[in-house]
């Protein structure tokens, strides 16, 4: 059974930073693309960066303008995405994705609250 459990998020002020960490199991980790999407309640699911399966190319949305790093340790199941000069706009959900597209298998997501 495939799971994916996103952990680390919270209240953050604006200028924080989070390292947000996803753990999977249930699949061969290492032979996946994973990827960081986001929601913000009432908008859609947003597209935040993917990590190809060997760690060695990663591809970022335009919104993120150098602030997040996405990173994985293949032999722990783990993603991670460092998140350092968080903005209120980056309040939302955070949810990994296997895959590339917002179709891959997502579990429950976790809370990034930016606020004074």
């Known amino acids: 059974d495939v799971q994916l459990q996103a952990s680390g998020g919270g209240l953050v002020q604006p200028g924080g930073s989070l390292r947000l960490s996803c753990e999977a199991s249930g699949f061969t980790f290492n032979a996946y693309h994973m990827s960081w999407f986001r929601q913000v309640p009432g908008k859609g699911f947003e597209w935040v960066s993917t990590l190809f399966s060997s760690g060695g190319y990663a591809r970022y949305a335009g919104f993120v303008k150098g602030r997040f790093t996405i990173s994985r340790d293949n032999s722990k199941n783990q993603l991670y995405l460092q998140m350092n000069n968080l903005e209120p706009e980056d309040t939302a959900v955070y949810y990994c994705?296997?895959?590339?597209?917002?179709?891959?298998?997502r579990g429950q997501g976790t809370l990034v609250t930016v606020s004074s």
């Open positions: 994705v296997r895959g590339d597209n917002a179709l891959g298998r």
